[in-house]
Antibody, heavy 121, light 107 residues
C-alpha cells in the first residue's frame, strides 16, 4: 500500500524557515517523480514544486522560486521542502504527491494527508 | 503560465442526476490534463489523467473529454459521495497549474 506521511509543519515566523519532510513507503520511491502541492484557506490547490525521480531536475512555482528548495533522499525514501523567507501567504496545508508512471508523471496518483504551515508575524 | 479556468464555480445538482464541469486552458495543453476530486478535510484524489483516462479504482460514471484548450468532466447519476470540489490540472507546461475549482453541491 502506498503511503506518504508529511511532517515538519507548524507555526513559522515571517521571514523564518521551516523544513517539511515526506516519508514514502509501498512503492519504489526512486522510480517516481514527486511534488509538493499546497491548499491555502479558502483557496484552490496550488502546485509548489516538483523533482524528477533521480533528483536531477527540479521545478518551482514563481511564488516560491528562490525561497523554497525541493530535494529527495532516495536511500531514505524521503522527500523534502526547505522553506525560507516565509511569508503570510505561504500559510496552507502542504501535500506531498507522487507522480504517475510514464508520460503523465506530473499528474499525482497518491497524496499524503497534508501538514499545516501557519506563518505569522 | 497557462491559466486554467473552471466553470461554473458552483454547480447545484440533485442526487441521481448528471453533472458537466468545464475547464478551459489559456493556451493549448494537448491532452495533458487531469481531474481531481477533493472532499472536505481530505487530500485530493486523482480521477482522470491524459484528459480521458480513468485512474485506478475510479467508477465508470466519471468520464473526461477534450483536448487543446477545452475539457469536460462528466459525472452521470450523482451519488452522495460525489458532492465535493473538482479541480483540473495541466501538465503540458511549466509551471504546472490548477484551475480554481468547481464546487458540486446537493440541490
Amino acid at each position: 500500500e502506498v503511503q506518504l506521511l508529511e511532517s515538519g509543519g507548524g507555526l513559522g515566523q515571517t521571514g523564518g524557515s521551516l523544513r517539511l519532510s515526506c516519508a514514502a513507503s509501498g512503492f519504489i520511491f526512486s522510480n517516481y517523480a514527486m511534488s509538493w502541492v499546497r491548499h491555502a484557506p479558502g483557496k484552490g490547490l496550488e502546485w509548489v514544486s516538483a523533482i524528477r525521480d533521480s533528483g536531477g531536475s527540479t521545478y518551482y512555482a514563481d511564488s516560491v522560486k528562490g525561497r523554497f528548495t525541493i530535494s529527495r533522499d532516495n536511500s531514505r525514501n524521503t522527500l523534502y521542502l526547505q522553506m525560507n523567507s516565509l511569508r503570510a501567504e505561504d500559510t496552507a496545508v502542504y501535500y506531498c504527491a507522487k507522480g504517475r508512471a510514464g508520460s503523465s508523471k506530473w499528474n499525482f496518483d497518491y497524496w499524503g494527508q497534508g501538514t499545516l504551515v501557519f506563518v505569522s508575524s | 503560465e497557462v491559466v486554467m479556468t473552471q466553470s461554473p464555480a458552483t454547480l447545484s445538482v440533485s442526487p441521481g442526476e448528471g453533472a458537466t464541469l468545464s475547464c478551459r486552458a489559456s493556451q493549448g495543453v494537448s491532452s495533458n490534463l487531469a481531474w481531481y476530486q477533493q472532499r472536505p478535510g481530505q487530500a485530493p484524489r486523482l480521477l482522470i489523467y491524459d484528459a480521458s483516462t480513468r485512474a485506478t479504482g475510479v467508477p465508470a460514471r466519471f468520464s473526461g473529454s477534450g483536448s487543446g484548450t477545452e475539457f469536460t468532466l462528466t459525472i452521470s447519476s450523482l451519488q452522495s459521495e460525489d458532492f465535493a470540489v473538482y479541480y483540473c490540472q495541466q501538465n503540458n507546461n511549466w509551471p504546472l497549474t490548477f484551475g480554481q475549482g468547481t464546487r458540486l453541491e446537493i440541490k
